[in-house]
Structure formats: structure tokens, C-alpha cells
């Protein structure tokens, strides 16, 4: 009977402190992000990307939109997988919202060698005209 209550204490808890659907929002748009660079979803890539975004990568290569997508349309910049292990979103006042995460990124350089990277990353989210905006992200090695 103790562990039936501890059971549902635990959900209940679980269920209580889960994020709040606009949060949960941008942390399926941050995902989904990841798929279209690697399914090179330029279309996609342009719209939740602001026109401001810079695009830190854990090299320290800093990116505008436009050379982000020319680079994916190049080969320059080629993902071939992103497994998130991990993501949290912390909104403000429903206009911004900072994501963390953290993850594993394959890809090719541009000399066609494998790379495999377990990064920590920060994206930072802005609601424009009742969309979120990808205006800053920014990535480090474990």
C-alpha cells in the first residue's frame, strides 16, 4: 500500500511540475529545428530563424541565417544526427524563453571526415507576432 501511495505522490509531482504548453512549445520547436538542419529543410530553417540570429558553434564559428543555410546548401555545415539527451525551457513573461540542452551532434566536415561532438548548448527564443523566433545559440564540448 506505502509504495502504491509513493507512486502516485511521485506522478502527481511529475505531472505537477512539468512544463506549461507554451514552454513545451519552443521545446518541440528547438527539436524540431535540429531535424530540419539535418533534413536540410531550408524553408523551415528560414522562418524560425530571426534575421539577427547569431549562430555560435562550439568552435567558436559565429554564423548570421544566411550562412547557416548557404553553408547547409554548400555541404560546409552537414548534420547527420542530433540526439538530444536533455533540453529545459524557461519562459519570460511568454515573450522570451531560453532553452538548455544538451546533446550529441554527428555530421561531415567538409572534407567529408565524421565528426561526433557531445555539446551543452543555449538557444534563446522571441515571440514575434504570435511566433517563436530563434535569435541566439550558442554551443560548447563536454
Given at each position: 500500500?506505502?509504495?502504491?501511495?509513493?507512486?502516485?505522490?511521485?506522478?502527481?509531482?511529475?505531472?505537477?511540475?512539468s512544463q506549461n504548453p507554451e514552454a513545451e512549445?519552443?521545446?518541440?520547436?528547438?527539436?524540431?529545428?535540429?531535424?530540419?538542419?539535418?533534413?536540410?529543410?531550408?524553408?523551415?530553417?528560414?522562418?524560425?530563424?530571426?534575421?539577427?540570429?547569431?549562430?555560435?558553434?562550439?568552435?567558436?564559428?559565429?554564423?548570421?541565417?544566411?550562412?547557416?543555410?548557404?553553408?547547409?546548401?554548400?555541404?560546409?555545415?552537414?548534420?547527420?544526427?542530433?540526439?538530444?539527451?536533455?533540453?529545459?525551457?524557461?519562459?519570460?513573461?511568454?515573450?522570451?524563453?531560453?532553452?538548455?540542452?544538451?546533446?550529441?551532434?554527428?555530421?561531415?566536415?567538409?572534407?567529408?571526415?565524421?565528426?561526433?561532438?557531445?555539446?551543452?548548448?543555449?538557444?534563446?527564443?522571441?515571440?514575434?507576432?504570435?511566433q517563436w523566433k530563434l535569435v541566439s545559440r550558442?554551443?560548447?564540448?563536454?
Amino acid at each position: 500500500m506505502k509504495n502504491r501511495v509513493l507512486l502516485a505522490l511521485l506522478f502527481i509531482s511529475t505531472v505537477a511540475l512539468s512544463q506549461n504548453p507554451e514552454a513545451e512549445k519552443v521545446n518541440q520547436l528547438h527539436k524540431k529545428k535540429f531535424e530540419w538542419l539535418i533534413t536540410k529543410n531550408y524553408d523551415s530553417l528560414n522562418w524560425v530563424m530571426d534575421e539577427s540570429i547569431k549562430f555560435i558553434h562550439s568552435n567558436g564559428w559565429v554564423q548570421s541565417k544566411k550562412e547557416v543555410i548557404e553553408d547547409l546548401k554548400s555541404g560546409k555545415l552537414n548534420y547527420t544526427g542530433v540526439m538530444v539527451q536533455e533540453s529545459s525551457v524557461t519562459l519570460f513573461n511568454n515573450k522570451s524563453a531560453v532553452v538548455t540542452g544538451k546533446g550529441t551532434f554527428k555530421g561531415l566536415m567538409p572534407d567529408k571526415t565524421e565528426f561526433n561532438i557531445h555539446l551543452l548548448y543555449t538557444e534563446v527564443y522571441v515571440k514575434s507576432k504570435k511566433q517563436w523566433k530563434l535569435v541566439s545559440r550558442h554551443a560548447c564540448k563536454i
